[in-house]
């Protein structure tokens, strides 16, 4: 079985920092790019930042672009975010995800598509005084 | 940067109905780009659909996407009672930003 189990969410004051880790199980942790993705009450699903395969390339939200950091250690199979200068708007559930691709054929066309497959359930983050 | 719209934001069918989910690029993309998730709450979302019409494993075929160029459409053919969620479409292109639609809520008429 497939599992990405975040944690380190918590309470913090506005302008804290907090670490978000995501422990990934049951596949080779390393073939695969990640991303995390937030929640924020009551509201719909907002990306927040991606890394590839072996980390040479991230990209964040421009909500979160030089506040938040992604990494990852494959060899212990963890994806990190780093959250610094927390916002009220940050707070919310933020949940791990693996892209998966596949080969699908429109038209004449062979493509790749790439997803979202494997999500943890998120760990809770809040902003406030 | 890609924005989806999804419509309707409600939609309330009976169990049995056929459900019709509309998500609109704003500028055309490539199909094998769109992505369809379904969420229910307190759950991690789930992966539907990919490359606009390729259920994922273990989907049901009462799902069904489709579309192109802006338009796309996610189709649940006979409501079950456990397919009462949120659904949410995906731009998942070449580059950031991996924009989602504002979600399709399916509520029990």
């Known amino acids: 079985q497939v599992y990405l189990v975040e944690s380190g969410g918590g309470v913090v004051q506005p302008g804290g920092s907090l670490r978000l880790s995501c422990a990934g199980s049951?596949?080779?942790?390393?073939?695969?790019?990640m991303h995390w993705v937030r929640q924020a009450p009551g509201k719909g699903l907002e990306w927040v930042a991606f890394?590839?395969?072996?980390?040479?390339?991230?990209y964040y939200a421009d909500s979160v672009k030089g506040r938040f950091t992604i990494s990852r250690d494959n060899s212990h199979s963890r994806l990190y975010l780093q959250m610094r200068s927390l916002r009220g708007e940050d707070t919310g559930v933020y949940s791990c995800?693996?892209?998966?691709?596949?080969?699908?054929?429109?038209?004449?066309?062979?493509?790749?598509?790439?997803?979202?497959?494997?999500w943890g359930k998120g760990t809770t983050v809040a902003v406030y005084s | 940067e890609i924005v989806l719209t999804q419509s309707p934001d409600t939609l309330s069918l009976s169990p049995g109905e056929r459900g019709t989910l509309s998500c609109r690029a704003s500028?055309?993309?490539?199909?094998?780009?769109l992505v369809w998730y379904q969420q229910k709450p307190g759950q991690a979302p789930r992966l539907l659909i990919y490359?606009?019409?390729s259920r994922a494993t273990g989907i049901p075929d009462r799902f069904s996407g489709g579309g192109s160029g802006t338009d796309f459409i996610l189709t649940i053919s006979r409501l079950e009672p456990e397919d009462f969620a949120v659904y949410y479409c995906?731009?998942?292109?070449?580059?950031?930003?991996?924009?989602f639609g504002q979600g399709t809520k399916v509520e029990i008429k």
């Open positions: 490359g606009a019409s």
């Open positions: 995906q731009h998942y292109g070449n580059s950031p930003p991996w924009t």
């Open positions: 049951g596949y080779s942790f390393g073939a695969h790019g």
């Open positions: 890394i590839n395969f072996d980390g040479g390339n991230k």
């Open positions: 500028q055309s993309i490539s199909s094998s780009s």
């Open positions: 995800a693996r892209v998966s691709t596949q080969d699908v054929v429109r038209g004449f066309k062979k493509m790749a598509s790439y997803y979202m497959d494997v």
